[in-house]
């Protein structure tokens, strides 16, 4: 039984942070790449960032692109994504997300993760 849990979202005003924690269980952690997405009523799940499984090497989009930092502890089992200067825009709930196989490329679409937490919802009011 794979469980990913993500936690740390709430309702922040523009240019608040939040970290966002992403704890698993159930999968050899360290084997997977590990993405962000996230998905705002009425639209796409979106691509947020992806980090290697090692994390060495991160990929971020271009709208949180120099704002929000992608981590891991593999240690822990638990990701994290780090969001600074947050945006009305950035309202959506967030979910993590793990590659089907051992990879190290950062995908970013959510067609290549199989693995899915229930989301952590950010709401950022102006």
């Known amino acids: 039984q794979m469980r990913l849990v993500e936690s740390g979202g709430g309702l922040v005003q523009a240019g608040d942070s939040l970290r966002l924690s992403c704890a698993t269980s159930g999968l050899i952690f360290s084997h997977y790449v590990m993405g962000w997405f996230r998905q705002a009523p009425g639209k796409e799940r979106e691509f947020v960032a992806a980090i290697t499984s090692t994390g060495t090497r991160t990929n971020y989009a271009d709208s949180v692109k120099g704002r929000s930092t992608i981590s891991r502890d593999n240690d822990k089992k638990t990701g994290y994504l780090q969001m600074n200067s947050l945006k009305p825009e950035d309202t959506a709930v967030y979910y993590c997300?793990?590659?089907?196989?051992?990879?190290?490329?950062?995908?970013?679409?959510?067609?290549?993760?199989?693995?899915w937490g229930q989301g952590t919802q950010v709401t950022v009011s102006s």
């Open positions: 997300a793990f590659t089907y196989g051992r990879t190290s490329n950062l995908y970013t679409s959510p067609e290549e993760y199989g693995y």
